[in-house]
């Protein structure tokens, strides 16, 4: 019964990983773009080497949006999960941006972060920021725009996680003297740690990947690994160093979700998804 | 809530705390709220900006979205047309949404029927493997499936999106219905059949409709994901051109107003159906609490 789907998903997903895997130890002809495995390694370390600033780049970026979007959505989600009345529609504005298209949101930011525009320009014109002053085109944009376009992935998660917190552990720690802070660090947050995770793996690793973004509002300066793989699929043809790229990209996230099973026990992360 | 913290104070243990004073919380109380709404608002900028400004004058010769507010005007509804190409993209994301969601509703709720009722060999491998698949970077969805077709000499086009887009709303199906299944009362259809219901006619008459409200939020997710995805497209697409694809293309030349309308109208629609499966939601919540009564 499950037949269909899981064929579906080992064909056309899991086998190629595999195929991006094998991609990345081969070497391709430069003219006719025929391939042959050579377990030729040194892909790696080149593609490492090579774009070492790239990489560290997008980890920066990727990390710097994802705890902006922890810290400002953690209270958000607490109160919807522990106070708000309605919390279906609540849940459903956390969605709300995803009904506009990714590529028309960033571009929108692209508008909302211009010189000119609404943010800036405002305060410009008031002479609180100086005459020169500019986000777009910086990594301060690009960080912005992940942390807006990647919000939700971090939100459901911890409402999840908020959601689950047995009522009656909250109400014992009331009933053994407990202030408020006191439950709350002591009680709350250590029951979300799983979500938080959770959270920071959903987040951290598509926005890794992530080069609309980059793309749209960065600069020349502020080019991610996605950029990088991009142009070497689609405009280089530089097959082995874009699959050695994205497998970095795989491990990286293979890694998380080791991690997550080893240190954050049996209960399984998808869960939170 | 409130009524926890106002303990009855006891004499207890030493290092017991303070009780908490009622005094304090009645303004601390209103900063969550406030804080919450404007979390709401700012999520809500750049979607109050392409609504706006799909609304803004252009007197460019080519028109283009400018941040200058130029006047209030509906022209670009009405020459929605106008650009070429654009209403050709616009149809085919559309076309590939509906085929891409019918497709993986109908087998991603197959498998979560699958993994809900039966326990097989490998089942918690396809747990995994559906957890990898929502985890990946779309990138590597992307880069690796594009790898894939290109190892096998495929051309690029509308199957191959086609392909590409079942793929990665499968799994996001059968989470959604198996959430709606893992709360199915069993003795419901062990009742059907009892009655002397097929196990066909039990599917179609209790197993179904019981589960449909999950299957609708899944196919909901899964068209909200294709019509929306440009990372994998752009990878898979080759010369097919959907609607993010278009408008990637624009970005760096300047968008014209009709890309606005087109994305005012894929947001009103998301909102009239999620509204609308709200509210269905809680009617149905309502009619099964009454009929309980």
């Known amino acids: 019964m499950g037949g269909p789907a899981l064929l579906w998903l080992v064909v056309f997903f899991l086998v190629p990983l595999v195929t991006m895997l094998s991609l990345s130890v081969q070497t391709c002809d430069s003219v006719t773009l025929a391939c042959r495995l050579t377990w030729h390694f040194a892909e790696f370390p080149d593609v490492i080497r090579e774009f070492s600033d790239t990489i560290v780049r997008s980890f920066v970026y990727a990390g710097a949006a994802t705890l902006v979007t922890l810290v400002v959505s953690f209270p958000v989600t607490y109160w919807i999960a522990f106070r708000a009345k309605r919390k279906n529609f609540f849940l459903l504005m956390l969605l709300v941006p995803f009904f506009v298209s990714f590529v028309i949101r960033t571009t929108a930011w692209q508008f909302l972060l211009a010189d000119q525009g609404i943010i800036v320009g405002t305060l410009k014109n008031l002479h609180l920021l100086p005459e020169n002053f500019h986000i777009l085109a910086t990594g301060w944009a690009v960080i912005a725009g992940i942390a807006y376009n990647y919000l939700p992935f971090t939100a459901l998660p911890l409402y999840v996680a908020l959601e689950r917190i047995d009522r009656r552990v909250l109400e014992a720690s009331h009933d053994l003297y407990a202030t408020r802070r006191a439950s709350f660090t002591r009680v709350v947050l250590p029951l979300s740690v799983p979500g938080i995770f959770a959270a920071f793996l959903l987040t951290f690793v598509p926005a890794a990947g992530d080069y609309v973004n980059a793309f749209i509002l960065g600069g020349t300066n502020n080019r991610m690994i996605g950029n990088v793989i991009q142009t070497k699929f689609l405009e280089a043809a530089d097959y082995p160093a874009a699959s050695a790229l994205s497998a970095i990209l795989l491990v990286l996230m293979l890694v998380g979700i080791a991690a997550y099973a080893k240190f954050l026990g049996s209960r399984t992360i998808e869960e939170y998804v | ?293």
């Open chain 2, 1 to 293: 809530m409130s009524t926890l913290t106002q303990d009855v104070p006891v004499p207890s243990a030493k290092e017991l705390a303070p009780v908490p004073r009622e005094r304090r919380r009645r303004w601390t109380y209103y900063v969550l709220p406030i804080y919450s709404s404007g979390f709401f608002l700012y999520l809500l900028i750049p979607i109050a900006f392409m609504i706006v400004y799909s609304f803004n004058q252009s007197r460019s010769a080519l028109p283009q979205v400018t941040f200058k507010w130029q006047g209030f005007t509906t022209q670009w509804y009405r020459e929605w047309q106008g650009i070429p190409g654009l209403g050709d993209a616009f149809f085919l994301s559309i076309k590939l949404a509906l085929l891409a969601t019918v497709i993986a509703a109908t087998l991603g709720t197959l498998l979560a029927l699958a993994l809900v009722r039966y326990s097989f060999r490998g089942k918690g491998a396809t747990e995994q493997v559906m957890f990898t698949n929502i985890a990946a970077p779309e990138i590597v969805l992307g880069a690796s499936l594009l790898g894939f077709y290109i190892t096998l000499n495929l051309d690029r086009g509308f199957s191959t999106l086609l392909i590409a887009h079942v793929m990665f709303c499968i799994a996001y199906v059968t989470i959604t219905v198996r959430a709606r299944l893992s709360g199915f009362d069993p003795m419901l259809e062990q009742a059907a059949q009892d009655l002397g219901a097929t196990p066909w006619v039990t599917f179609w008459k209790v197993t179904l409709p019981l589960i449909f409200p999950g299957i609708l939020a899944g196919a909901l997710l899964a068209f909200a994901l294709s019509i929306d995805d440009f990372v994998t497209s752009n990878f898979v697409a080759g010369r097919t051109v959907t609607f993010p694809l278009w408008v990637y293309g624009a970005v760096k030349v300047g968008i014209p107003p009709q890309v606005f309308v087109f994305g005012t109208a894929i947001f009103m629609a998301g909102l009239v159906l999620a509204v609308l499966a709200l509210v269905f939601q809680g009617r149905k919540r309502g009619a099964g609490a009454a009929a309980e009564e």
